[in-house]
């Protein structure tokens, strides 16, 4: 078996919008605009400096069903700078840019091969000699609820095979259960590696085979923090399979949580505030979008409570990194001892706590919300929100509770 490199990637999301940044300057805003298109430009020019043989776009190039016209075009110029240098690409589309979308026929390089709404598998051809074959399958709708990996089997013969799919593989959480199959299917199925699309979260499900999503190359939203990027897949003569991740994103999103129990005076926790987003600005060589939210019960409460307290320390922290919001979740201090002689406030108080600890009754929190999402046609709220929103109400509900 000849030894080949390949490119990994997913969920471009060309020419996305950005949210939750009206504040931001005029400056991040316009670097933010072109950060899709700048992430592939990494990519591509990672696969033309590493000498890859192919590259695997597993899903989502585009963020919408009728494409943008910017969009199209940038992607076939980035392919033809991959077509320059003989480098195949492999493409199939995902929900939110099925075959049925405007600008689906928008015409690409020969190097180009996109796959249709069939199961099939087709050849790696380097130097005359196939050394990979690539199966694939694109979405010809938004909306594709069947199995697809239950059609996909190896085909007979030693060479090196790779299965293409953009699905929720394994029901991950946050993530619309599209073309959803169990991690059983993709193993019986019989392929050397599964290159996956749609979560956008970096993860390898399985080492043997490798069943891997490389998440998407460019955070979007607060949700989407730390680094972001592609694979580069090394395929030895054995068919040893070898995982190199390569960051791509250009702009970066983080969180920082900070409670307030240890900070008695208002300057101590600028401080504090000032250290971590510093320290979070150091770890990355461009620009940092940062999530903050204050926590934890203190003597600093009340000052939190005051009007624009919320904009005066984002302000603190301008010199350091562009904040996307921040947020207060803080609480009173509470002598729990001596709230056991306060009946309701100490029923609340247990309540609140199950609520943090036991999953079940989140659920079942969780379930009670779900139809406020679903008549706005918006996603359930995941663990982590649920949780905040928890603690935000019962730091203002014992507030409430104790007041005179």
Request: hydrophobic residues 40%.
């Amino acid at each position: 078996m000849a030894e080949f490199r390949f490119i990994h990637a997913a969920d471009l999301h060309l020419d996305s919008p950005f949210r939750g940044l009206a504040e931001t300057s005029t400056t991040l805003r316009d670097r933010l605009g072109s950060a899709t298109f700048q992430a592939l430009d990494r990519i591509v020019t990672h696969a033309i400096d590493s000498k890859s043989d192919f590259v695997l776009f597993a899903g989502d190039l585009y963020d919408s069903r009728d494409r943008s016209l910017r969009a199209l075009v940038e992607f076939r110029r980035q392919m033809e700078r991959l077509e320059d240098r003989d480098i195949g690409a492999f493409v199939v589309h995902g929900n939110h840019d099925p075959l049925n979308g405007w600008g689906s026929e928008f015409k690409m390089p020969s190097n180009v091969l996109t796959f249709d709404g069939n199961v099939a598998a087709q050849p790696v051809i380097r130097n005359g000699r196939e050394v990979a074959r690539v199966t694939g399958i694109s979405y010809t709708k938004e909306r594709v609820t069947d199995n697809l990996a239950l059609s996909f089997r190896r085909t007979l013969g030693d060479v090196y095979s790779i299965a293409l799919l953009h699905a929720n593989i394994g029901r991950q959480s946050g993530h619309a259960d599209y073309a959803p199959a169990p991690m059983t299917d993709l193993v019986r199925a019989g392929f050397d590696y599964w290159a996956l699309g749609h979560v956008h979260t970096r993860a390898i499900l399985s080492a043997s085979p490798p069943i891997v999503y490389p998440g998407n190359p460019q955070g979007r939203h607060a949700r989407e923090t730390g680094p972001r990027g592609c694979f580069q897949v090394d395929v030895d003569s054995r068919g040893g399979t070898r995982l190199k991740f390569v960051e791509t994103d250009v702009v970066r999103w983080s969180r920082l949580e900070l409670s307030i129990q240890d900070h008695s005076r208002m300057e101590s926790l600028i401080d504090g505030l000032q250290d971590n987003a510093r320290r979070i600005a150091a770890e990355f060589d461009g620009p940092t979008v940062l999530r903050c939210r204050l926590v934890g019960n203190g003597p600093l409460h009340a000052d939190l409570q005051r009007e624009g307290m919320s904009e005066e320390l984002q302000y603190q922290l301008q010199d350091f990194v562009d904040v996307e919001s921040l947020r207060i979740s803080t609480g009173s201090e509470i002598d729990r001892t001596g709230l056991k002689t306060e009946p309701i406030v100490s029923d609340f108080l247990s309540l609140v706590e199950r609520a943090q600890k036991d999953p079940a009754f989140r659920d079942e929190l969780a379930e009670s919300l779900s139809p406020l999402f679903r008549k706005r046609e918006l996603f359930a709220p995941d663990s982590a929100r649920i949780v905040e929103w928890i603690e935000k109400a019962g730091a203002l509900g014992v507030d409430l509770l104790l007041r005179k």
